[in-house]
Structure formats: structure tokens, C-alpha cells
T-cell receptor
Framework: GAGVSQSPSNKVTEKGKDVELRCDPI?????LYWYRQSLGQGLEFLIY????????KSGLPSDRFSAERTGGSVSTLTIQRTQQEDSAVYLC???????????FGPGTRLTVT | RKEVEQDPGPFNVPEGATVAFNCTYS??????FFWYRQDCRKEPKLLMS???SGNEDGRFTAQLNRASQYISLLIRDSKLSDSATYLC???????????FGTGTRLQVTL
């Protein structure tokens, strides 16, 4: 079946612009996660959605970052006023339940110039 | 101190060799442990979970030492296709987020 999909696959933007990254989780998966991976760094947790519960936003690095998940399915990660240090690969993952295996999407490579 | 620490490598080994990676974690309350594999410019994929009693999956063996707070991965009879970065991953408490190490790069050569 279809895996986690993300769009766009690559995004180049100018410093100060806003960007939106999209994630389509596996159908039926109730849990959705956003991570980012910077060059030479491990994956860094950003935010977690589970069903209709309030999201765990503890990993968001600043108030320029926000995310929403509409209808318990698709999620959008928004970065406002992008900075060069935001350049990274942004990975989305979903799981059937919070304790289940997380399946990752191919990621969006964001470059801020 | 990082929550999850790994030797970044690279580990360069010939085909057929046995190679072992270690990983240490700082949160003694950590409950679940995993090894993920990440190929170059690809997303991470679960390789295996790590259980207290140790577990084996074909050529791969994972061990957990809670007292010393480290996890190991042993790969026997290395194949060229094993070349990748191996990520040590920890889940703590009731949180569902995963904490990743920076990964250990393995290069298997002819």
C-alpha cells in the first residue's frame, strides 16, 4: 500500500520567506510526527499529533514554527520568516498507534538562501 | 551530554566480516530501544527493536544493557548491501517521540 508521502521533495527559499511543508500519513494511522535532520546531526523531534488530542509541541525550536493536522490526516508544517539555520531535511512519520512502529516519509529538503 | 550517543564512524569492513556498534543513552527511565537503518539521502527504516533479553534477526543481533545504559548491534557476515548509517533510537516514558543518535556509518567493501 501507499507509504507516507511528503511534498515538496525539495524547496529553496529566500531568507525571511514563509514555507509550508505537507505530509500525507499512511491511511488509518492515528499518530503523526515531524522531525528534522540537519547535516551531520541526528533526527530532532519537532511535534507529535495523536488523534484529537492536543499536539505535543515540545520540540518546536521557536515560535516561527507551527503545525496543524486537519481531519486527523494530512499535516502541514509552517515555518515563518525562514532563517538559514532552518535549512535541513524535514521528515514526517506516522504510526498506527503511539506504541507502534513509525514509518517515515522521504522528507522535504529545505534550503534557505 | 547528548541523550543518545554513538560513534559516528565510518566503520570500513570487508565483506564477510563481523562488526559491532555500541550506543549509550542518558535517561535511565528509557523504556524502548530500536536500531534504524538510513541509506544515503533516504528516510530511516526500522531495522529491529531491542529487547532486554537480546534478540536476533538473521545476521543481526541486538543487545541491551540497562545497568550500563548501552545498546549494541552486531552484524555477522557483512554484505555490501549493509552499507548504510545505523541509528540508535530510544523512546522514554510515556512520550511517543523517538530520540535518535547521530548514527554510525558502515561501509562494507569487496
Amino acid at each position: 500500500g501507499a507509504g507516507v508521502s511528503q511534498s515538496p521533495s525539495n524547496k529553496v527559499t529566500e531568507k525571511g520567506k514563509d514555507v509550508e511543508l505537507r505530509c500525507d500519513p499512511i491511511s488509518g494511522h492515528t499518530a503523526l510526527y515531524w522531525y528534522r535532520q540537519s547535516l551531520g546531526q541526528g533526527l530532532e523531534f519537532l511535534i507529535y499529533f495523536q488523534g484529537n488530542s492536543a499536539p505535543d509541541k515540545s520540540g518546536l525550536p521557536s515560535d516561527r514554527f507551527s503545525a496543524e493536522r486537519t481531519g486527523g490526516s494530512v499535516s502541514t508544517l509552517t515555518i515563518q520568516r525562514t532563517q538559514q539555520e532552518d535549512s535541513a531535511v524535514y521528515l514526517c512519520a506516522s504510526s498506527l498507534a503511539p506504541v507502534s512502529e513509525q514509518y517515515f516519509g522521504p522528507g522535504t529538503r529545505l534550503t534557505v538562501t | 551530554r547528548k541523550e543518545v550517543e554513538q560513534d559516528p564512524g565510518p566503520f570500513n569492513v570487508p565483506e564477510g566480516a563481523t562488526v559491532a556498534f555500541n550506543c549509550t543513552y542518558s535517561n535511565s527511565a528509557s523504556q524502548s530501544f530500536f536500531w534504524y537503518r538510513q541509506d544515503c539521502r533516504k528516510e530511516p527504516k526500522l531495522l529491529m527493536s531491542v529487547y532486554s533479553s537480546g534478540n536476533e534477526d538473521g545476521r543481526f543481533t541486538a543487545q541491551l544493557n540497562r545497568a550500563s545504559q548501552y545498546i549494541s548491534l552486531l552484524i555477522r557476515d557483512s554484505k555490501l548491501s549493509d552499507s548504510a548509517t545505523y541509528l540508535c533510537v530510544v523512546k522514554s516514558g510515556t512520550a511517543s517521540k523517538l530520540t535518535f543518535g547521530t548514527g554510525t556509518r558502515l561501509q562494507v567493501t569487496l
